[in-house]
C-alpha cells in the first residue's frame, strides 16, 4: 500500500510540474516587433514610462522609459 501512495505522490508531482511548465506565457521582445502569426494576431511594441524598481531610497520615484511588447488579436 506504501508503494501505491509513493507512485501516485510521484505520478502527481510529475504531472504538476508538466502543467507548469505549459502554462508559462510566451514573452515578446523589440525585435519581435512586426512578427505575424498564421491567426492574423501580430507583435506590437510601444514605449511606456515606468517606477525605477531602485533599492537605494534617494532615487525613489524616478522614472524610466521601457518598451513592453505584447501579442495583438485582431
Do not use: W
Amino acid at each position: 500500500m506504501r508503494t501505491f501512495h509513493s507512485k501516485l505522490a510521484t505520478t502527481l508531482v510529475g504531472l504538476g510540474m508538466l502543467f507548469a511548465a505549459s502554462a508559462q506565457a510566451q514573452t515578446y521582445g523589440p525585435r519581435d516587433e512586426g512578427r505575424r502569426f498564421d491567426d492574423g494576431s501580430r507583435v506590437e511594441c510601444r514605449k511606456v514610462e515606468v517606477a525605477n524598481n531602485a533599492r537605494n531610497q534617494e532615487r525613489n520615484g524616478q522614472r524610466v522609459i521601457e518598451t513592453r511588447c505584447e501579442r495583438v488579436y485582431r
